[in-house]
């Protein structure tokens, strides 16, 4: 169990980004009803990860890349439809 402030503010940046567990995200969640410092920080890590898509360059995917994407997930979903999936040329 946690019982360091330090130790709290530690799971802030996973709890944004959703990498926590179940049972972390609702230790942490109860946490953040008492604590108005970590709120403070979860709400200005919020702020931050929205910007993050557009902290990077857009990236031009290599050639035949969204036709192998689509294939792949189109064939996946008929195959869980029970239909076999068409040939790839």
Not at 30 to 38: N, V
């Amino acid at each position: 169990m946690i019982e360091r402030h330090e130790e709290w503010s530690d799971l802030a940046p996973m709890y944004v980004l959703g990498g926590l567990e179940a049972e972390e995200v609702a230790a942490f969640e109860a946490h953040l009803a008492q604590c108005e410092s970590c709120r403070q920080e979860v709400r200005e890590l919020q702020e931050v990860t929205g910007f993050l898509p557009l902290a990077a360059e857009p990236v031009a995917p290599p050639p035949g890349m969204r036709a192998r994407v689509l294939g792949n997930v189109l064939g996946h979903a008929q195959e869980s439809a029970g239909t076999k999936p068409a040939a790839a040329p």
